[in-house]
T-cell receptor, first 119, second 112 residues
Framework: GAGVSQTPSNKVTEKGKYVELRCDPI?????LYWYRQSLGQGPEFLIY????????DSGLPNDRFFAVRPEGSVSTLKIQRTERGDSAVYLC?????????????????FGPGTRLTVL | SQKIEQNSEALNIQEGKTATLTCNYT??????LQWYRQDPGRGPVFLLL?????KEKRKERLKVTFDTTLKQSLFHITASQPADSATYLC???????????FGAGTRLTVKP
């Protein structure tokens, strides 16, 4: 596709439920990033994939959060036992290669986000 | 502690004037500093990048400065237009990291 797409655009769930958020990066982009953005705040890094592997998951807040990218393209962010504090917009971004790969800058392209509301 | 602070939550200016937004950081040593635009309901869109060894970058009506001694970046929009109304985010890219650290953003409103 022309840009990064995310589905669903909105997700409302109840406390304690499991949710999956999907990201389709730009074709050919090897690097994929997940961020979380709360109201009035900037995006907060969660996890970064290079190809199929999670190269940096230091931003995941706890073990209820998990992400996969099995074929090096589409990624799914999975949240177990959701809590009200998980409510936020979850943003996905992709770049051609890692951010500082080969000492050059590769722009990150963001998707529109998934707005998650936990009741 | 590490902080990224953008000057104010909201900035209102008159069309045609220059908007100046500030990004200050504490206890970071960024390799790059970037500015993004974010419209409601959308993801951030990259505008400009400036490296730690650069003082100034320009792109059309946009100008970014970077002072690593003051640990500050200024983002200017000259001849502002109502279409420039949006939230502007600064982001630091750190050495040897692949993530970006964002400020909270400044919501700019340009009144006709």
């Amino acid at each position: 596709g022309a840009g990064v797409s995310q589905t669903p655009s909105n997700k409302v769930t109840e406390k304690g439920k499991y949710v999956e958020l999907r990201c389709d990066p730009i074709s050919g982009h090897t690097a994929l990033y997940w961020y979380r953005q709360s109201l009035g705040q900037g995006p907060e890094f969660l996890i970064y994939f290079q190809g199929t592997g999670a190269a940096d998951d230091s931003g995941l807040p706890n073990d209820r959060f998990f992400a996969v990218r099995p074929e090096g393209s589409v990624s799914t962010l999975k949240i177990q036992r959701t809590e009200r504090g998980d409510s936020a917009v979850y943003l996905c971004a992709s770049s051609l290669t890692p951010l500082q790969g080969l000492k050059t800058y590769n722009e990150q392209f963001f998707g529109p986000g998934t707005r998650l509301t936990v009741l | 502690s590490q902080k990224i602070e953008q000057n104010s939550e909201a900035l209102n200016i008159q069309e045609g004037k220059t908007a100046t937004l500030t990004c200050n950081y504490t206890n970071y040593s960024p390799a790059y500093l970037q500015w993004y635009r974010q419209d409601p309901g959308r993801g951030p869109v990259f505008l400009l990048l400036i490296r730690e060894n650069e003082k100034e970058k320009r792109k059309e009506r946009l100008k970014v400065t970077f002072d690593t001694t003051l640990k500050q970046s200024l983002f200017h929009i000259t001849a502002s237009q109502p279409a420039d109304s949006a939230t502007y985010l600064c982001a630091l890219v750190l050495y040897n990291n692949n993530d970006m650290r964002f400020g909270a953003g400044t919501r700019l409103t340009v009144k006709p």
